[in-house]
């Protein structure tokens, strides 16, 4: 009988013990930080590429392809450099080479920039001339430039004006 007692005692006593597990508030629950991206751009470096240009001398309009090489200077918001370029137009048979000096403003991926230098053309004999330029460069990738740009390049000795666009792919080192 006392096993009976001792027994029936233990189950009436876990029965009314108190659900130790759970509580009466409501948990809180924090909301996850979500980290931010930002993109650190950084131009600077140097840099070699392709690029395929059109070209209107004097109303005649002519396509051509060549290489360009240069390097750029990140100064924050401010970016400087200059940049050297060879392209060939197999008609008229004639070669352009040029230096430029670059400035531009560091937007991110994207570099708006201003160009001004000079042109040697190998038509006529060969004539040096200026140009000025503007273009437009993205960071496809942390190495990968994709850029357009749009030149101006007078040439006195012939009176000549060339206007011309070019698209070209650079790889940044």
């Not at 233990?10 to 909301?31: K, L, R, T």
């Not at 392809?65 to 401010?78: C, K, P, T, V």
């Not at 001339?129 to 749009?150: C, E, F, P, Q, W």
Request: a negative charge; aromatic letters at 14%.
């Amino acid at each position: 009988m006392i096993k009976k007692f001792l027994f029936s005692t233990a189950i009436a006593a876990v029965a009314a013990m108190p659900a130790i597990a759970g509580s009466v508030e409501d948990p809180i629950v924090e909301p996850p930080v979500m980290p931010v991206y930002e993109y650190e751009s950084d131009w600077s470096g140097a840099y070699f590429g392709l690029h395929g240009t059109y070209a209107d001398f004097g109303g005649a309009p002519f396509w051509g392809g060549g290489a360009h090489a240069g390097y750029l200077a990140d100064m924050g918001d401010i970016v400087v450099g200059g940049e050297v370029h060879g392209t060939y137009i197999p008609t008229p048979n004639e070669g352009w080479f040029g230096a430029n000096l670059l400035l531009g403003y560091d937007a991110g991926k994207v570099l708006p920039h201003a160009t001004v230098g000079v042109a040697y053309s190998t038509a006529l004999g060969g004539e040096f001339g200026y140009g000025a330029g503007a273009g437009l460069s993205v960071m496809a990738t942390d190495n990968i430039m994709i850029t357009g740009r749009y030149n101006y390049t007078w040439l006195p000795g012939s009176a000549t004006t060339v206007h011309s666009g070019s698209v070209g792919l650079s790889y940044k080192f």
